[in-house]
């Protein structure tokens, strides 16, 4: 290989790191960055509210999470559609599931200026709009196929399986039973299984994705195929413990 032949290749590696997170994958990275990017880039936490916050009047959240992209579009990816269509996260912002169906680039745009009150160039890089454009466009999960809007339940998963995938992939960290370590407060405490019964929608992307900051780093499932069948076995498992 010649000198200019190897130092092209080098370049355009270094672009495809950055272009996926430092060499993770572009998906699951963008997962990340949906749940709490600033985490994720190691940048300021917000402080202020998001331009587009000040369009909407019922979510009186403030600062840092009303930059969240979860807090707008719900962690099942359908906004007002969705697990968010009520309550206190409700802002009648419309989720991200119908734009699995752009390109890479229609995203792209339209988190760097191209919707109004929408531009998060200033704050992301190119790279990191790229991976959550990738996440939206090639890995959303259709979380309505396992779990009940209404009651929270698992539907079609099998508890047992869902015992062995949690033992293999889970227990090291969470113990046996999900409650150690805590993931709440001494005032609040809160456990895998209390989450999966609370939220399923959530523990269901943290599963796929990890979590932001985590130590040790939680494992995104994704990159192991992790799909539907998977999903509803584990959180079937979930859902029995304390």
Known sequence: MTRSRLLTFAIAFVIALTATGCGGDAATQGGLLYDKWWVVTEGVEPTSDAALWATQSTNERTGADTWRCKECHGWDYRGADGAYGSG??????????????????????????G??????????????????????????????????????????????????????????????????????????????????????WEVTHKILYGHPGSDPEMPALTKAGWGPEELA????????LP
């Not at 076995?233 to 859902?239: A, E, N, P, V």
């Open 88 to 113: 206190s996260h409700f802002t009648g912002f419309v989720g991200i599931w119908d734009a699995r169906n752009d390109t890479v680039e229609d995203v792209v745009d339209a988190m760097s200026g």
């Open 115 to 200: 919707l109004a009150d929408h531009d998060f160039s200033a704050v992301l890089s190119e790279g990191e709009i790229n991976d959550i454009a990738v996440f939206i466009t090639e890995s959303l999960v259709d979380m309505s196929t396992f779990i009940d809007l209404d009651t929270k339940a698992i539907t079609g998963g099998d508890a047992a399986e869902g015992e062995n995938l949690y033992t293999r992939e889970c227990a090291a960290c969470h113990g046996a039973d999900g409650t150690d370590p805590n993931l709440g407060s001494d005032e609040e405490p809160e456990s895998v299984g209390s989450l999966a019964n609370a939220n399923p």
């Open 233 to 240: 076995d584990i959180l079937s498992f979930l859902q029995t």
